[in-house]
């Protein structure tokens, strides 16, 4: 079982869609797979079609109370694929500043999942990140065997890495947890655009073959399935998005073997 | 983009980029066998091994009853962090910009920003933060400075007092351009 999450503290890189389509596309190729939702902002859940605002009970109740409310308690089955999502809420954001005092706060995610690997298997578990490295992102590189980072092909990329690259560091001194890089994942690329194409060169040159081969371009496909409430790959499976998402997946999975 | 162009990017680039540090991301980090480093906090989190081991009791039960005594005290100490956090994050500002450094001055403008957000979401007319008195409460009437991410919110925002007195409109679209693209905004 891989535990990636997906990792960056700039707004809008494509975490989300990240999470939703390499979620479904490993579902479509058979991989039992878990979504989870650590954004305050709920977007994945209500990509995926849920309502958090209808649920009595979401990550925020598991993570504040895992005994009342254990994780598998709130799993939706997504599609009519090996697919669940842990939904996020509003109320995580409240979570994140309740947690701040107590010794375990980076522990949560860990050992909700970790209570529920006892009864359920999974090949794959994505978490979607907020973008800010607080409380609920360290839970989720704790609770990670694996990072997955998008980014733009923006001058901010390399600086953005270089923040997370501290934090980790960071990390290490308080924490105890295991993770390695996945990949960088260049998103939003635009053809024909040299000051991409220079950029994603660049961090190609530095983090060498922990570079996607992939990049998932900018395509306005992308944003009209989320506003549907559904992965690209379930919206329109010839949109280049989806293609992008399906060729990563592939990837994803032949380094998973490598 | 023009070849020279393009060229002097990527010179600028490859500077930049030489000066980061990926390296923690790129081998991968392991403090679990761990015994020095990370073993500080094993008092207060035991690896769980057993089902019964991974269930931490927790002392909130329900963080939407504001009265709930258990969750002020978790709220209180929470208002408590991010008002000191604040405090030392302004007074950051307060020197870059009194020193007309914008590019560190939209660094400490970003983190403010951050923290306000963040105290806008668990408190956002200010009133647990003034009946607890916690650190950088807002005053009776008043609610939280808005976080500014553009030209016009900064001006219109108390925080622009901090400002120093020949500060120009260049300079505060230099702070902002600065606040967006740091690392932290
Ligand atoms: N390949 C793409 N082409 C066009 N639009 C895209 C693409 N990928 C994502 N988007 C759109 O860009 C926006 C930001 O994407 P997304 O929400 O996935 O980013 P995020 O990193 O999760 O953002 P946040 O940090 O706010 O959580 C969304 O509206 C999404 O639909
Ligand atoms: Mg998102």
């Known amino acids: 079982m891989k535990v990636v999450a997906v990792v960056n503290q700039k707004g809008g890189v494509a975490k989300t869609t990240t999470v939703a ?59 009519d694929l090996p697919l669940e999502l842990a939904p996020g809420h509003l109320d995580l954001a409240q979570t994140e500043a309740v947690l701040l005092p107590h010794a375990d ?142 060729a990563l997946a592939e990837e994803v999975l032949l380094r998973a073997a490598g | 983009m023009r070849p020279d162009k393009s060229e002097a990017l990527r010179a600028r680039l490859r500077k930049g980029a030489s000066s980061f540090d990926f390296d923690a991301l790129i081998q991968g980090v392991s403090t679990e066998d761990d015994a020095t480093e990370a073993g500080a906090l094993d008092d207060a989190i035991s690896t769980p091994t057993s089902v019964d081991d991974e269930i931490i009791p927790i002392q909130i039960q329900d963080t939407t009853v504001a009265d709930d005594g258990q969750l002020k005290g978790g709220l209180v100490s929470a ?15 307060r020197s870059a910009l009194q020193a007309s450094d914008a590019s560190d001055g939209g660094y400490y403008l970003a983190r403010v920003n951050n923290v306000l957000e963040l105290l806008e979401t668990v408190d956002p007319a200010g009133e647990t933060s003034r009946r607890y008195a916690t650190p950088a409460a807002p005053p009776p009437g008043r609610v939280w400075p808005r976080p500014c991410w553009s030209v016009y919110e900064f001006t219109e925002s108390p925080i622009s007092g901090l400002l120093a007195a020949d500060a120009d409109l260049n300079f505060v679209g230099d702070l902002i351009e600065s606040a967006i693209s740091s690392p932290d905004g």
């Open chain 1, 21 to 79: 389509n390499l979620g479904a596309c490993l579902a479509e190729r058979g991989k039992r797979t878990l979504l989870i939702d650590l954004d305050p902002q709920a977007n994945l859940t209500v990509g995926m079609g849920v309502a958090w605002y209808e649920l009595e009970s979401a990550l925020h109740t598991v993570l504040l109370d895992p005994e009342t409310t254990p994780l598998r308690t709130i799993l939706k089955p997504i599609a």
């Open chain 1, 105 to 246: 706060k980076a522990y949560r995610l860990r050992n909700a999942l970790e209570a529920l690997y006892t009864e359920e298997t999974y090949d794959w578990v994505l978490i979607d990140c907020p973008p800010s490295l607080g409380t609920l992102t360290q839970n989720a590189i704790v609770a990670a065997t694996h990072l997955l980072i998008p980014t733009e092909p923006k001058f901010y990329a390399f600086a953005g890495m270089d923040t997370l690259n501290k934090m980790i560091v960071a990390l290490t001194k308080s924490l105890r947890f295991r993770v390695e890089l996945l990949g960088v994942l260049v998103t939003m690329y635009e053809r024909g655009t040299r000051l991409h194409a220079t950029i994603a060169a660049e961090i190609r040159e530095r983090f060498e073959d922990k570079v996607f081969e992939t990049m998932i371009y900018k395509n306005v496909r992308v944003s009209e399935s989320e506003l549907e409430g559904v992965p690209i790959i379930l919206y329109d499976r010839r949109a280049s998005g989806a293609q992008n998402y399906e």
């Open chain 2, 79 to 93: 208002l408590e962090t991010l008002g000191v956090r604040l405090l030392e994050e302004t007074g950051k500002l």
